[in-house]
């Protein structure tokens, strides 16, 4: 027995000794390197994989408010909210988020390179933070994404409420649109509780009262499953839908100044001349804001942003135009009231006038021979108003212009008003260092040089001519409610100031605006109308320096010709409605813009004839359309 154990131990102890050492090694390095895999997972790493396993079956998701809605002053819907199908993608409910969208692309017939490319710019978003790859998509694409379902892990549809403008292009730049707040936006409103994929207004009403449509936002917890699917609503926080925004405009004048402008460049603006209240404001051309709700494509923003003839200005408040003849309203008020020149004075037009050694010249080649101040009007004489400017100087212009509200903005709840230019000695002085020259002077007495004008201006000018010289702030927004009805605030007629002018300055003037319209040689005759009497002054404003040619339109490019203006208000003997018309390069603006102004006088006139009660919407503003 000895001699065997001797016998293996010789053969094979040593050997199964050192192969037990390093299984003892192999051993140790294996409970290594799972305490070490231990510790980083639930050290290290354990708040992130719990708070991945944790949203990978109970998620919270954000629910933005229901936007308000905005009514006209009858009651008439403009917008509200209609329900819409979203297509989104969660990356981490997917094991492979490429393969995922090269599916679903291959699923919806889409570029799958444009999936990738939103993926990748979302990739540094939070964990679980939905990526947003369609909005209002149709139903073809929701059949699609349920029935491939298994295939397509991540990917959901959500309906979510989306904005809806009933009349489309007709008042978009009034209206404004939606869109997804940017970057930018998030910084600064960071703690106004907005979050990546919420929309915001980004134009025009839907930005200015973007604090009172938003609403407040609510939120859900609910579970999902393994594809990220919803399976229950654990707890939910109701939104509070945004509040009803009531306007003053008048839906079917907004259309009637829409209809009148198609085919045109320009903007129509009527407001009340007895409380400012803006009733229509159309500018073209246009847009359709229904395209921003559904999801703007890149190929139709670049279109609208890189068109020369800029679909997305509000030509009403954001176009600063020289007045051309129209600024002789307030040449005439000014002549008058600081008696530069007695009103049946006249003087002689020969078809130009000569100041040093330059020759003024008269829209009206051979002139109109003897004219005063109500001729001047009528007929529009520049000689006239280049010697009332020549005599009352360009700071007596400046306070009788501004007096009216030019040259400042008028302070209407509107976005990215322009203010205008109403030049004078100080101003020059300020912008250019240098002496204001007398000559030019003549240039700003009808409306040319360095004066410009926004349409809104000069409607406001306008009704305070009407009304016997008070400037009203212009007003676009009437009340605000609840989305029960309940009133919660009113915006009452605001009174800039009262402009002290002698009666006999008013009746003069309005009597030769009336004969603008009326009279057989003034340039405003397109306007005439048997359903309304309108008083008004037509304008004809250079874009370019003709330097003494008398050329037609049709002789210049486009974009040298003239713009044409008719500002306005009627009835005469009641004034209720004024109204400004500008047609961008349209030429005179007797022929361009009367008659477009008529148009808008000839519908306020018919809807006058209507009773209140068969234009008012019952029980407006109580019920919500989503």
Not at 94 to 111: G, K
Not at 341 to 362: L, T
Not at 469 to 496: A, H, M, W
Request: charged share 25%.
């Amino acid at each position: 027995m000895d001699s065997l154990t001797e016998i293996n131990r010789q053969d094979g102890a040593p050997e199964l000794r050192a192969r037990a050492r390093w299984l003892y090694v192999i051993l140790a390095l294996a409970i290594t390197v799972l305490v070490a895999r231990l510790v980083l997972l639930q050290v290290v790493e354990g708040e992130r994989y719990g708070f991945l396993s944790e949203h990978n079956r109970v998620r919270i998701k954000r629910m933005p408010g229901t936007r308000g809605m905005i009514y006209d002053r009858g009651g008439h819907l403009l917008v509200d909210s209609r329900p819409s199908f979203e297509l989104l993608f969660v990356p981490e409910d997917s094991d492979e988020p490429e393969n995922t969208l090269r599916s679903l692309a291959r699923y919806l017939e889409r570029d799958e390179k444009e999936l990738l490319d939103i993926f990748e710019e979302n990739k540094k978003r939070q964990a679980f933070d939905e990526i947003v790859l369609g909005r209002d998509v149709d139903w073809n694409t929701v059949v699609a994404v349920e029935a491939h379902q298994l295939d397509l892990p991540g990917v959901t549809v959500r309906v979510r409420p989306r904005r809806n403008y009933e009349t489309g292009p007709t008042a978009a730049h009034l209206l404004g649109y939606m869109g997804e707040v940017n970057q930018r936006q998030l910084k600064v409103m960071k703690d106004d509780g907005y979050s990546v994929g919420d929309e915001i207004g980004q134009f025009g009403l839907e930005r200015r009262w973007e604090a009172v449509l938003r609403g407040q936002s609510g939120g859900q917890q609910f579970e999902v499953d393994a594809l990220g699917r919803r399976v229950r609503v654990l707890s939910e926080v109701p939104d509070v839908p945004g509040q009803t925004v009531h306007l003053t405009i008048d839906r079917d004048l907004q259309e009637a100044a829409y209809e009148a402008l198609k085919g045109k460049h320009g903007t129509i603006v009527a407001i009340d001349v007895n409380n400012g209240a803006i009733l229509a404001m159309a500018s073209a051309p246009t847009f359709d804001p229904n395209v921003f709700a559904r999801g703007i494509k890149n190929d139709e923003w670049k279109a609208l942003i890189t068109d020369r003839l800029r679909p997305l200005a509000n030509r009403a408040i954001q176009g600063q135009y020289p007045p051309g003849s129209t600024f002789k309203v307030i040449m005439a008020i000014a002549t008058l009231e600081e008696g530069a020149m007695h009103p049946e004075a006249y003087i002689h037009d020969p078809g130009y006038y000569f100041f040093g050694n330059r020759q003024f010249r008269d829209w009206l080649k051979g002139g109109h021979g003897a004219v005063n101040l109500h001729r001047a009007v009528v007929e529009s004489c520049d000689t006239y108003f280049y010697q009332a400017g020549q005599r009352l100087g360009v700071d007596k212009i400046a306070k009788w212009s501004r007096a009216f509200g030019l040259g400042e903005k008028s302070g209407a709840a509107l976005d990215d008003e322009k203010g205008g230019l109403i030049p004078d000695t100080e101003w020059k002085r300020k912008r250019y260092k240098q002496p204001w020259l007398p000559g030019e002077t003549l240039s700003v007495a009808i409306g040319q040089g360095y004066v410009t004008a926004t349409p809104l201006q000069l409607a406001n000018m306008m009704a305070a001519v009407a009304n016997g010289g008070t400037l009203y702030r212009p007003r676009i927004v009437s009340k605000v409610s609840s989305v029960d009805g309940t009133k919660v605030q009113e915006y009452p007629p605001e009174k800039i100031r009262t402009i002290e002018i002698k009666p006999e300055t008013l009746r003069r003037v309005q009597n030769a605006l009336a004969d603008v319209v009326t009279n057989a040689r003034g340039t405003g005759g397109a306007a005439r109308s048997p359903l309304i009497q309108v008083a008004g002054k037509t304008g004809t404003a250079q874009v370019i320096e003709m330097k003494g040619a008398y050329l037609k339109s049709e002789q210049l490019s486009y974009f040298s010709r003239d713009h044409a203006w008719f500002v306005s208000y009627g009835p005469v003997q009641n004034p209720q409605i004024a109204v400004t018309v500008l047609v961008e390069h349209g030429g005179h603006g007797g022929e361009a813009a009367a008659p477009l102004a008529k148009k808008v006088f000839e519908k306020f006139a018919e809807l006058q004839k209507q009773p209140q009660d068969r234009r008012q919407v019952a029980g407006a503003g109580t019920q919500r359309a989503n």
